[in-house]
């Protein structure tokens, strides 16, 4: 044991280092944030920029509605089963009666709403879905908008409303990453909004099966996340002949530039796997009318995204004219008011399906809001008899997208063209986002000596930029002695593995031996409480990304920093991380094959346990991955887990089942002791 004066002389280093190192860490961090902001700028500056002749647009139109399906969860559609539709009771009403409506749209998932229809109709009526916002209520959302229902029976229309996933009278989760850290969602590649348009789909099932509509004329509206049902399902289903979505349109650089992921459900977005942005949802829908209302004092969908949503579809709706498509299909109309469904934003919808569905141009009253709801919860409530016992609303999101099922390989052959079909799926949908040119690294010198480190290595501390303006820190331990076999293990840190900047306990049997880089990727150094979290990753996958591929690309840039920056000669690369960090390690060895090996320590057995990465369970599972690495060497500290079995008989059929093993600990897995 050292002496207690002895002791006492490190202690201002200790307590130093981490006051210098947090305020870097800091502005590092703050350098991210603005990086991930103009990244989102940058993609809405580009959406729709070359919109070419109408020839063109048709051209490409299938494929960017297959690229929005699939960003939904909807690609591949699920099956239309049997919507099973009950009318559980009928209220009847002067000018119109209610019916009220239960269906599946697929087993087990069960959609509420109630049908008004006219009394007095004397033909085929046009139809209206209404999609409800976010208004809680145990029996039902469409409670608080029957009035909008209301009128459109009065003034012959059928009109289906519909109750939202989560609050419907069998409610299922919206705010799965907003609120409860359900990061999987974004690695089974599964938004609610998915779920919300295939129920408004269904209901378009639904209406066509009844005799009253005639479905050529059906238009569909709402409000919020209703509005954004309305985009999307207009989008991707050309039977809605008519939208009109309020207050729910938005460019990912407006909201990443007023920094919204906290003020908006999980329904309002889709996935950006294809680094899109809202103005094709817009696009797609053309050249069927579409009506945006908007509030200039919506903290939530800003005036500067719904106005460039606006300009950037409408230009695809220019190249229908001449078509004998009006070129009025289009039209936009805010106020000065807040995220609200205003008399004049009813007024305007009501006005557009009248044109649209009715080639009614004449104008509509402002009527004023109701004082009281006509119609109690209760009346208008589907299930009163109780929930269904074989309803799936409540865990919906763990299987309404499938995923990738694992296989049991025999031959090496069969692998090998697996393999390489996972290797482009993997870069076309969980990794797209990855830069396709380098940057300069901009590589700076820290101010950290090392410390006592040094006694064990050369050390050296540096900055380096992995993508424009986002520095990440490394310090590098190399021994004095060091040659061209001179192995290197590259340790990559993950937030919260250890408390002060010098962390070296486990490394000290390794310096000398091996040259050591310790890693620091984005947003591993910085403290971040579980809200500011989520914004940024929530924010992240708005640009295609999760926190996890980000780290990834670190990684990666990080090998190439070392050996073609620092010229580091290195016989081997090993790279190690514990936990998350260590899959993430595993993938950026998938994808350089200067990567020789990897070690592991408690790596999650699934990425539905972590760490996140976008879309990642559609094309495979962690084992996979960890075969996929095969025959190079990949290391457990501790037993290898019954989990990585399918890997280990997939380095059985390299012949190399020696190259998947476990060591005690990390010394002994990078044999120290030949070195």
Excluded at 304 to 318: I, L, N, P
């Amino acid at each position: 044991m050292k002496p207690i004066s002895s002791t006492l002389a490190w202690f201002p280093l200790l307590v130093a280092l981490p006051a210098f190192g947090q305020e870097n860490a800091a502005r590092r961090h703050e350098q991210f944030i603005e990086h991930l902001k103009k990244t989102a700028a940058q993609i809405s500056s580009r959406c729709l920029l070359e919109t070419g002749t109408l020839e063109e647009w048709k051209e490409k139109r299938s494929s960017l509605r297959g690229r929005l399906l699939y960003m939904l969860g909807l690609d591949p559609l699920p099956e239309r089963t049997p919507l099973r539709a009950e009318i559980k009771g009928i209220l009847d009403r002067p000018e119109f009666r209610v019916e009220k409506i239960v269906f599946q749209s697929r087993p087990g998932l069960y959609v509420t709403g109630n049908f008004y229809l006219p009394k007095k109709a004397q033909s085929l009526l046009p139809a209206v879905i209404y999609v409800c916002g976010h208004s809680p209520h145990p029996l039902g959302a469409k409670f608080a908008y029957q009035d909008r229902a209301a009128w459109f029976a009065k003034h012959d229309y059928a009109c289906l409303i519909l109750d939202t996933l989560e609050f419907g009278e069998v409610p299922g989760l919206h705010h799965g990453i907003h609120d409860l850290n359900l990061w999987n969602w974004l690695s089974r590649g599964y938004t609610p909004a998915g779920v919300e348009v295939w129920n408004a789909m269904r209901a378009v099932d639904y209406l066509e099966s009844r005799a009253e509509v005639d479905v050529s004329r059906i238009g569909m509206t709402g409000i919020s996340g209703g509005g954004a049902t309305t985009w999307f399902t207009a989008a991707v289903d050309e039977r809605i002949a008519a939208a009109a979505p309020v207050c729910s349109t938005y460019v990912f650089g407006s909201q990443a530039s007023h920094w919204r992921a906290s003020g908006q459900c999980d329904c309002i977005y889709f996935h950006n796997a294809f680094i899109e942005d809202f103005p094709i949802v817009g696009a797609l829908i053309a050249p069927r009318p579409l009506l945006i209302c908007s509030g200039r004092k919506d903290a939530d969908f800003p005036p500067d995204g719904y106005h460039e949503v606006f300009s950037r579809a409408k230009k695809v709706y220019d190249l229908y004219a001449g078509t004998g498509r009006e070129p009025e299909a289009i039209r936009e109309v805010d106020d000065d008011v807040g995220h609200s469904d205003i008399p004049l934003f009813r007024k305007e919808a009501r006005q557009w399906m009248n044109r649209w569905l009715k080639g009614d141009q004449a104008p509509v009253e402002i009527e004023p809001l109701p004082t009281e709801p006509a119609e109690s919860a209760e009346a208008l409530s589907c299930l009163s008899g109780g929930l269904p016992a074989d309803a799936a609303n409540y865990q919906i999101h763990d299987f309404f997208i499938p995923e990738a099922r694992a296989r049991t390989w025999t031959a090496i052959g069969d692998w090998e063209v697996r393999r390489r079909e996972l290797l482009k799926d993997l870069r076309e949908k969980v990794f797209r986002w990855f830069p396709g040119e380098k940057i300069p690294f901009e590589t700076r010198v820290g101010r950290d000596d090392g410390g006592w480190a040094a006694r064990y290595a050369d050390f050296k501390e540096a900055f380096f930029d992995t993508e424009p303006g986002v520095p990440v820190r490394a310090r590098i331990l190399k021994p004095r002695k060091a040659s061209k076999e001179t192995p290197l293990l590259l340790y990559v840190k993950q937030d919260g593995d250890s408390i002060y900047p010098l962390d070296l306990d486990e490394l000290l049997p390794v310096l000398g031996r091996y040259t050591v880089v310790v890693l620091n990727p984005r947003l591993t150094e910085h403290p971040l409480s579980a809200f500011e979290y989520a914004e940024i990753e929530r924010t992240a996958s708005w640009v295609g990304r999760t926190v996890a591929s980000m780290q990834v690309w670190d990684i990666l840039r990080s090998v190439e920093w070392l050996i073609v920056e620092e010229k580091i000669p290195a016989a081997s690369i090993t790279i190690h991380g514990k936990g998350g960090m260590g899959i993430l390690a595993l993938y950026a060895g998938l994808l350089d094959p200067r990567i020789g090996g990897v070690v592991l320590k408690d790596p999650p057995a699934s990425h539905s346990e972590g760490p996140a990465l976008l879309n990642v369970l559609r094309v495979t599972d962690i084992p996979e991955v960890a075969g996929a690495f095969a025959p190079r060497k990949l290391v457990f500290v501790g037993k290898v887990p019954a989990s990585f079995e399918p890997a280990a008989g997939i380095y059985a059929l390299h012949g190399r089942k020696d190259r998947l093993t476990s060591a005690d600990s990390l010394p002994e897995a990078l044999e120290i002791w030949k070195y």
